[in-house]
C-alpha cells in the first residue's frame, strides 16, 4: 500500500497571499526569516489579511538560515505562552521548517528532539493548532512536504525531520513573493528543486501519482531556471510553481543520497556553511552516475533526458547528456562543480572555504554520517562505507570515479 499526502488546500497564482482573509481562527503565530518579507511589505500585508480574518497576530522573526534547535524551543515556548490556532510560516525554506518543529513542541511540550528524529515518528498533531505555509522562494517546497531541516550547531547535523504530520493544512504559493529573490537564491534554491524532482523520479518509492509530477517538474525547471536566474519575471514565477510541483513528488516518493550528502555536509566544517541548494547541485552529477549502475535507475535518468529533450541512442548515452546538460546549468548559474572551488556564499572561487585537509580528516565519519540520513533508505543504490567515501572525495575534487 503507498500513501500520497498534500496539504488539505493550496492556493496558487499572484495575489493569493489574500486569502489570509479567509482563515478561521483566533490567534495567529506568524514566523518569518531575516526580513525580506518586512522590508517588501508581505509582512503588513499578512497582518492586515489575518486582522480581517479577525484574529489577534504574534509575529517571531529572525530565523536564522538553517535554523538551529535553540531557535526552535524559543520559538515553541513563546507559542505555548501565545496558545495560537494558526501557525504562519512565510518566507524560505528557513522559517518554515523552523514553524514545523516548533509545533510539535508548542503541541508536545515534553517531547525531545531526539525523539522527532526518528524518521516518521511524531505525535499526531492539530490538537491546539492548525498550520499554514506560505513560501518566498523557489526551492524548497516545504509548504506541501512532510520535512524539516533543523540544525544541531553544537554537533555540526543537519537533520532532517520527516512525518506526514507536518505537512501543512494551507500553502498559499503566490509568485509575488519570489519575484524580489536576488540571482544568487535563485539559483541555489532553482537547483534544490531540480534535486527534489530527479532523486524523487528515481527513488526506490516513485509511483503513478509521483512520477508525472516529478518529470512535469523537472522539464518546467529545465525550461525556465536561467531565465529566471536572468530575471525574466514571467520564468519567474513559472519556477514558483515548478518547485512545488518537485515538493508534491518527493515528499511522496521521498529523495536519496544527494539529500543526504548535502545534510552531513552543510554545516559539519569550520570554513563555513556549504548552502544546501549549491550542494545539491554540485552533488547531484555525481550520485547519477553512481545510481546509474543499476539498469532501473539509469532507465528512469535516460527517461528524464529524453523528456527535457536531450539526444542519445542509448540509455549510456541519454544518462552521459543528463549529466553534461545538468553540469551546464551549473555553470550557467555560477555554482562551482567541485567543493575545492566553493566560495563564499556558494559561487565559483579559486580558493575553496571548506579546508582540503578538515574535508578529509572528517571523511569516514561524514559519510558515516551519510549512510545513515533519512534520505538513504529511497536511494536506488545503496553505498558502502567505502564507496560513499569515494563519492564526497569526487564531490570535493570534481573528479570522475569509476563505481
Not at 306 to 327: N, P, Q, Y
Request: proline residues 5%.
Amino acid at each position: 500500500m503507498g500513501r500520497f499526502t498534500l496539504p488539505r488546500d493550496l492556493f496558487h497564482g499572484k495575489g493569493s497571499l489574500e486569502e489570509l482573509k479567509n482563515l478561521q481562527g483566533k490567534r495567529a503565530f506568524v514566523v518569518l526569516g531575516g526580513g525580506s518579507m518586512r522590508r517588501f511589505g508581505f509582512v503588513d500585508r499578512a497582518v492586515t489579511y489575518l486582522g480581517q480574518a479577525g484574529m489577534e497576530v504574534k509575529l517571531f522573526e529572525n530565523v536564522e538560515p538553517d535554523p538551529s534547535v535553540e531557535t526552535v524551543m524559543k520559538g515553541a515556548e513563546m507559542m505555548r505562552e501565545f496558545q495560537p490556532d494558526w501557525i504562519i510560516a512565510m518566507g524560505g525554506g528557513s522559517p518554515i521548517d523552523a514553524a514545523k518543529a516548533m509545533w510539535a513542541f508548542y503541541e508536545y511540550p515534553d517531547t525531545t528532539f531526539e525523539a522527532l528524529i526518528t524518521p516518521f515518528s511524531f505525535p499526531v498533531l492539530r490538537t491546539k493548532a492548525r498550520f499554514c505555509a506560505v513560501p518566498s522562494t523557489s526551492g524548497t517546497a516545504t509548504e506541501v512536504t512532510a520535512f524539516s531541516v533543523i540544525t544541531d550547531y553544537g554537533k555540526g547535523i543537519k537533520y532532517p525531520l520527516a512525518d506526514f504530520n507536518i505537512t501543512p493544512d494551507v500553502a498559499i504559493v503566490d509568485p509575488d513573493l519570489a519575484e524580489k529573490m536576488p540571482p544568487k537564491l535563485t539559483a541555489h534554491t532553482g537547483m534544490d528543486a531540480m534535486t527534489h524532482a530527479v532523486e524523487a523520479y528515481v527513488s526506490t518509492l516513485h509511483c503513478n501519482y509521483t512520477d508525472p509530477l516529478a518529470l512535469h517538474a523537472i522539464k518546467m525547471i529545465h525550461d525556465n531556471l536561467k531565465k529566471s536566474y536572468d530575471g525574466d519575471m514571467k520564468a519567474r514565477d513559472e519556477m514558483h510553481d515548478a518547485q512545488c510541483l518537485a515538493g508534491m513528488a518527493f515528499s511522496n516518493a521521498l529523495l536519496g543520497i544527494v539529500h543526504s550528502m548535502a545534510h552531513k555536509t552543510g554545516a559539519a566544517f569550520s570554513g563555513g556553511h556549504i548552502i544546501h541548494g549549491a550542494a545539491n547541485a554540485m552533488y547531484l552529477p555525481k550520485v547519477i552516475r553512481f545510481n546509474a549502475k543499476v539498469p532501473e535507475a539509469a532507465k528512469r535518468y535516460a527517461e528524464i533526458a529524453e523528456f527535457i529533450g536531450l539526444k542519445g541512442k542509448t540509455t549510456e548515452e541519454l544518462v552521459d547528456a543528463l549529466i553534461k546538460e545538468l553540469r551546464k546549468m551549473n555553470d550557467e548559474l555560477n555554482i562551482p562543480q567541485a567543493i575545492k572551488n566553493y566560495g563564499e556564499g556558494g559561487v565559483k572561487a579559486d580558493k575553496s572555504i571548506i579546508d582540503e585537509k578538515e574535508f578529509n580528516d572528517k571523511l569516514s565519519k561524514v559519510a558515516e554520517l551519510a549512510i545513515g540520513d533519512a534520505c538513504t533508505g529511497s536511494n536506488p543504490r545503496q553505498p558502502s562505507q567505502k564507496e560513499m567515501e569515494k563519492l564526497l572525495l569526487a564531490v570535493y575534487y570534481d573528479k570522475e570515479i569509476d563505481f
